[in-house]
């Protein structure tokens, strides 16, 4: 069951163990009587209804942000690094300065003088770090889709520059993109290579 904490922010990332696109990130902030019924981990929810969640939680919120970390300076600061400062861009962008933050999973760089609580699993227990996944969520998917029409080979609409097996072989057939994370070690089609916990 999802609980409410009135005057915080909440934060997620998407895309982390991704071969290919940026990592987004997501801030925000909900009022306190916020409810939809659909919403959870963006994991959990189907893809149809994070678009409806999306525009729910914008239209609901305090403030939300959404920033990325484009894949040249994955490279260069590695993923980790990546989507700390991805999460930072977005609570550098909110309207309304939080009382403390509020972050999906084990670790995080502290962000100014603000309080924070890193929660695993947190997007299953805190609406507005549900919310900040959705967010997350659905603007990256958007950029992979948009980035497809350019490069269709890589199947980008459906696996969002996630390792599936199709993605792979069409890397082996037609090479890696100015969009592919270099610094990634891209394993044989033969191997899985999903993070745990992640789908397109």
């Known amino acids: ?54 525009v729910y939680i914008e239209q609901q919120a305090l403030a939300f942000s959404v920033a990325m970390v484009d894949v040249e300076e994955i490279d260069t600061i590695n993923i980790l690094k990546a989507s700390q400062k991805a999460m930072h861009l977005a609570l550098d962008n909110l309207s309304v300065t939080p009382q403390f933050v509020s972050v999906d999973g084990n670790y995080f760089i502290p962000y100014k003088t603000l309080p924070h609580q890193c929660i695993i699993k947190g997007d299953g227990k805190y609406a507005h770090i549900a919310a900040a996944s959705i967010l997350a969520k659905t603007y990256r998917d958007q950029y992979m889709r948009n980035l497809h029409e350019s490069f269709p080979h890589y199947n980008w609409f459906s696996n969002k520059g996630y390792g599936t097996l199709a993605h792979r072989l069409a890397i082996d057939s037609h090479g890696l993109t100015i969009h592919h994370r270099k610094s990634f070690k891209i394993t044989s089609p033969q191997l899985e290579i999903f993070e745990e916990g992640e789908n397109p």
């Open 1 to 54: 069951m999802f609980q409410a904490r009135a005057c915080g922010c909440g934060c997620d990332e998407a895309g982390r163990g991704c071969y290919a696109g940026p990592v987004f990130a997501a801030a925000v902030i909900l009022p306190s009587t916020f409810y939809h019924p659909l919403l959870n981990d963006s994991k959990q929810v189907k893809a149809g209804d994070r678009e409806i969640l999306k």
